[in-house]
């Protein structure tokens, strides 16, 4: 239900349509904007691919031995290499780098020349072998200084022993030598520089691409593509997370990556064919969280039945109302874990009032509830161990709860909570700021309408410079987090008052997402409606106070409404319920048929919910519950 987080109203009245959202993964298709305004569309389409299909480039495989059109054995390294190594060592050099540049392949190699007396000297030689040569490697073997291990003497034949051993050292001595051979690593860095400076410039510190995906969320699309170079997850950085379920493009960085390899790898046998990254080029820094300024979204609504005339103009009055108004800024279901019985934000309530006991049996619980009376069992008679066994080792945040109990003692339900990642036990509280903040916005809506009035507190940013008059109340607060970053950061608002309401519109409103570091005047709106939202919620701002020591729950402001941008639509006709109306693009394939539709486009600003929008639009619930529900009846 989405009044459980605090969802409850529409901005506009308007007539319900019943349809179909995300059937089909084209119906839902979102395109990163950066913050220069630029959208992520890959340049060239032809790449994107279907399931089961994997285009050839052949031109790509005559192209390989391309990066070795400009190797060669320059005069000065071949006269230096004479002087080292001699004349024979330096022709092997010379076949070695002919037969690269006819075979474009890493061809096996290996020499040992001679250890020069110095340091100074050993170090030159690899230097020479290393900017000349870049595909081998060198190593120094300094055999003589490797102690012989000699046991004591004790009568003749141990003498006689010795003296072998010593022998045999003195033949090893005249072994010291520098072992020069090829190495694959260095090969494949060499292949991936030359290929890549050519098309997209000197190689820097990271790799920018566009990331496109189907049917996989941002982080398993970039644990799958570290995995496959070989890097830790931890180098792979985007800008926001996008759905699993629709076609999805966006800006991505790897660190420590060349252009090549990134290409080469999705040749591959075993490369996720729902997974393309494009549109390459070097960059001196990566992406960092929340440096985007929204999306763009195509999407499909497949209709239950034909669209009557008045049904028609009813549609365009809701799409009319969206346009000018905009919807309610609603968190959407998904940041409750929608398809949990037990929500995020309840376990948050719990960490805010202290109940560490609820809290810890609610996050156990939320991945059990198939075995509720079981688990409810087991945790009142604290038998950890056997709740242990049962658990889904999987389940790494309920396994760490548990093993810390069974370590620490257990009845120290704290002390689990804190042995969580501070990332997981912080998305708790964060969904319960934005339950509160859910149910604020459904009260101010209701009790006081789509209007701006006396009380609202407004954004100062969105105003004209010079607007704000000495003496308004100008309310501040401190972001730190960087998950409240990616939320609209507002740097200063401004109460309304009968002096200033005709300076604002009802878009400007804000609302807290309450923390302890925000200040929100007494006389306002919102301090009436937390107060009444606490009482209900049995809490104070003494335990936000009290939980902000333990945890970072400081606060932000975010905008009441949304007014999305570039709002097109149109109705079609298509054939086949199951068929794809429109490509991976977003462009109509097909506008004949017995069923009806609409392609609606439109942009709307970082960390706003489209599913919100599409709510407001239809005016029908956004849970899953209710689209199983349609989907029978479409079926």
């Not at 809506?445 to 010079?466: F, H, P, R, T, W």
């Amino acid at each position: 239900m989405e009044s459980a987080v605090g969802i409850e109203s529409f901005l506009q009245d308007g007539q319900p349509f019943k349809c179909i959202f995300k059937h089909r993964f084209t119906d839902f298709i979102v395109q990163e904007i950066d913050l220069k305004n630029q959208l992520a569309i890959i340049s060239d389409k032809t790449k994107w691919h279907n399931f089961d299909q994997k285009q050839d480039h052949p031109q790509q495989q005559k192209n390989k031995t391309l990066p070795f059109e400009n190797l060669f054995l320059s005069e000065e390294f071949l006269q230096q290499s004479t002087q080292l190594f001699g004349l024979e060592v330096t022709e092997q050099f010379k076949q070695l780098v002919e037969k690269v540049k006819t075979t474009g392949k890493c061809v096996q190699f290996e020499t040992k020349v001679a250890l020069p007396e110095s340091k100074e000297d050993r170090i030159k030689v690899h230097q020479l072998i290393r900017q000349n040569i870049p595909f081998l490697e060198s190593f120094t073997k300094n055999i003589h200084n490797q102690k012989p291990k000699v046991e004591k003497k004790q009568d003749k034949a141990d003498e006689k022993l010795q003296e072998q051993t010593l022998q045999k050292v003195q033949e090893q001595t005249l072994q010291d030598h520098i072992l020069i051979k090829t190495s694959n690593i260095n090969f494949k860095k060499y292949v991936a520089s030359q290929t890549t400076s050519k098309a997209y410039g000197e190689s820097k510190k990271f790799v920018k691409f566009i990331l496109m995906k189907r049917n996989i969320d941002s982080i398993n699309a970039g644990m799958f593509i570290s995995k496959q170079l070989g890097l830790s997850n931890k180098h792979f950085a985007i800008a926001g997370t996008k759905d699993k379920r629709g076609v999805t493009t966006q800006w991505a960085t790897l660190q420590g990556m060349e252009i090549a390899q990134l290409i080469e790898i999705q040749e591959r046998k075993f490369w996720n064919q729902n997974i393309l990254m494009s549109d390459y080029s070097y960059q001196d820094q990566g992406i960092r969280l929340g440096e985007l300024q929204g999306n763009k979204f195509i999407i499909t609504l497949r209709f239950l039945n034909e669209l009557t005339q008045s049904q028609q103009w009813e549609l365009a009055k809701n799409i009319e109302n969206l346009k000018l108004h905009g919807f309610v800024n609603y968190f959407g279901l998904q940041r409750f874990g929608s398809k949990n019985k037990i929500k995020t934000h309840q376990i948050g309530k719990e960490i805010i009032r202290k109940n560490w006991k609820e809290c810890i049996r609610l996050i156990i619980l939320s991945s059990q509830q198939e075995d509720e009376e079981r688990v409810n069992q087991l945790f009142e008679l604290d038998d950890f161990v056997t709740l242990s066994s049962i658990i889904n080792p999987r389940l790494r945040i309920e396994k760490q709860l548990i093993d810390s109990l069974l370590q620490n003692g257990v009845h120290n339900y704290f002390t689990a909570l804190q042995s969580l990642p501070r990332n997981a036990r912080e998305l708790y509280l964060h969904a319960y700021q934005s339950y509160i903040w859910n149910k604020m916005a459904s009260m101010r809506l209701n009790q006081y309408g789509n209007k701006i009035v006396v009380g609202d507190i407004v954004s100062a940013n969105v105003m004209d410079e010079g607007v704000a008059e000495e003496g308004e109340e100008i309310i501040q607060q401190i972001v730190e987090d960087e998950e409240q970053q990616k939320n609209q950061t507002i740097s200063a608002c401004i109460l309304v008052t009968e002096q200033n309401i005709s300076q604002f519109t009802f878009d400007q409103i804000v609302l807290p997402i309450y923390g302890h570091k925000i200040t929100i005047p007494e006389e306002s709106i919102v301090s009436t409606l937390l107060q009444q939202i606490f009482q209900m919620e049995q809490i104070t701002k003494q335990d936000f106070e009290d939980a902000s020591n333990k945890f970072f729950i400081d606060g932000n402001f975010r905008y009441f409404v949304q007014i999305p941008s570039e709002v097109e639509h149109q109705l079609f006709k298509y054939q086949n319920k199951d068929q794809d109306v429109v490509d991976s693009f977003g462009e109509l394939l097909i506008d004949q048929g017995d069923y009806q539709g609409l392609l609606i486009k439109f942009k709307l600003k970082k960390s706003s919910y489209a599913t919100m929008l599409i709510r407001e639009l239809t005016k029908c619930p956004s849970t899953l519950e209710f689209q199983q529900e349609i989907s029978g009846e479409f079926n």
